[in-house]
């Protein structure tokens, strides 16, 4: 598929962060049993960190098809610190405004399959969603002033953030969140390589399009589960 069939929009409306809620709750509670659904109004999957968080939404054609934020806080607020404790050593400071990715999933039939079965999206597709995502949460933390972003993580999704040229770096020890996962770290102040492949495999001018912006009272549905 071409490089343009997938679009990151930041959901800045209520109708567009329930979008971001509803494809939260298929993915986390119906798709990978996360959360438990039952305790999901209307079927939105939420928690006290939206209220200091960024959502965005993926796009591929007229679907909604995943979700991601960027938890905006103070360090020591984050939601990664819940469950997992940082080396004494490192650099971070306590009171320093950070981001962190969270809640970044895509549904099913947009993943490559691990099972055995043939994937529905080819694994260059599935790598193409992760960059578009990742490039929109670096230009929103880039224009607004911060510079760095956590996420927790597994050691697989570490290797293909330096495949992207971010070089994320272990900042405390892995936990059992979920399956093992590290919490990381890339600094936004030198992503010279990080632009590089940016710029060589993506066409597209802006990081991510503003739902505000281009929607009115037409409205994309949601992927099924």
Known sequence: MPNNS??????????????HYNLRYQIFCLEKR????????????????????IHFLVK?????????????????????????ALDPLQFLQRNLEIAEFSRLGV????????????????SESESEIMLKMIHAGVDYCRTNGLGHIIILCRRSISRVLNQFGLE???????VFHHGPRV??????AN??????????????R?????????????????LAA
């Open 206 to 222: 802006r990081a991510y399009s503003v739902y505000s912006e281009i929607y009115s009272n037409e409205v994309p549905l949601a």
């Open 191 to 204: 992503l010279h390589a990080f632009d590089a492949i940016v710029n060589s495999r993506l066409t597209a």
């Open 60 to 84: 591929s054609n007229n679907r909604w098809i995943g979700s991601f934020r960027l938890v905006i806080d103070q360090f020591g607020n984050l939601p990664f610190q819940k469950v997992s």
């Open 183 to 188: 919490p990381f770290v890339f600094n936004l």
């Open 34 to 53: 996360f959360e438990e659904a039952s305790k999901c109004k209307d079927e939105m999957e939420k928690d006290t960190h939206d209220d200091n968080a």
């Open 107 to 122: 549904l099913r039939p947009f993943q490559k399959l691990r099972n055995g079965q043939p994937p529905k999206e080819s």
């Open 6 to 19: 997938y679009e990151v929009i930041l959901a800045d409306t209520e109708e567009s962060k329930n979008i």
């Open 168 to 174: 994320a770096r272990p900042i405390g020890p892995a």
